[in-house]
């Protein structure tokens, strides 16, 4: 199985860079289709499954999505809507503010939402505040805190989540990306512990709350002919799922943009 593994899309964080906002400005909309594979060698007997088509529409003020999920997880089929929308305040100053549904839980949470501020400071920093909410069979807080640095053509990112869930939790994620030219042109790695919300993988919030995960991503971007997006990753983490046991999970996506 490991050897047939189908490389699957890593959605993007949710931050605008400088390379981003450097685009071309005769594209204003995008129609993706993405798909992620997990593979799990003890924790799930079956793999999952999860596919996108997601719409944005960019103007100079904002960028604005909606995105239509499907998923085959947990021995189970479900669906889940998200809207998210990326205002500019100024060019040192943007948030996200993002909400989903879906009826299918525990396929996906019932519902999920989050808002997070950036603002960039001298020495070419960001920092990004926000909390992220997630709800199963009870509510989910979580604190959202980053820091990020632009260096020539890199942008290096930290986060972390925090919260409380009949115990104190933490993730962490760091983020190095590199870019060959325009905002769809770039390679990048991540490393991870613990479970961010921001991953399509945040149902396992209702069994791994406070248990380890460890988890590294490899990915790159492409455009071609700049109307055509291509982006592929893969990855692996190993999870604690039970106390003192520990599994591997394999994952890999692969996507594709058009832009118009």
Do not use: C
Not at 148 to 167: E, I, K, M, P, V
Not at 217 to 237: C, D, E, H, M, T
């Amino acid at each position: 199985m490991r050897n047939h593994i189908i490389l699957y899309l890593i959605l993007l964080l949710p931050v605008f860079t400088a390379a981003q906002q450097t685009d071309s400005v005769h594209f204003k909309n995008t129609l993706t289709i993405q798909y992620e594979y997990f593979h799990f060698d003890k924790q799930f007997a079956n793999n999952w499954h999860i596919t996108g088509l997601e719409y944005k529409h960019e103007t100079k003020k904002a960028a604005i999505l909606g995105r239509l999920n499907y998923a085959n997880r947990l021995a189970q089929n479900g669906w889940q809507g998200e809207l998210e929308a990326y205002p500019k305040f100024s060019k040192k100053v943007y948030s996200y503010v993002g909400v989903g549904y879906s009826a299918d839980m525990p396929v996906f949470p019932k519902f999920r939402a989050g808002y997070s501020l950036y603002v960039n400071i001298p020495k070419s920093i960001e920092l990004e505040g926000g909390f992220r909410y997630l709800y199963f069979d009870k509510n989910l807080w979580i604190g959202v805190a980053g820091v990020g640095y632009y260096t020539g053509n890199w942008f290096l990112q930290a986060r972390s989540f925090l919260s409380d869930n009949d115990g104190f939790n933490f993730a962490g994620l760091f983020t190095a990306r590199r870019y060959f030219g325009e905002m769809n042109d770039y390679a990048w790695l991540q490393y991870g512990t613990g479970v961010s919300p921001d991953e399509t993988r945040n149902i396992q919030f209702t069994t791994n709350q406070r248990l380890y995960s460890n988890r590294i991503v490899l990915g790159i971007k492409k455009s071609i002919q700049r109307k055509n997006i291509l982006q592929f990753a893969v990855g692996y983490s190993r999870d604690e799922y039970k106390p003192s046991t520990f599994g591997n999970q394999l994952y890999g996506s692969v996507g594709y943009g058009r832009r118009f």
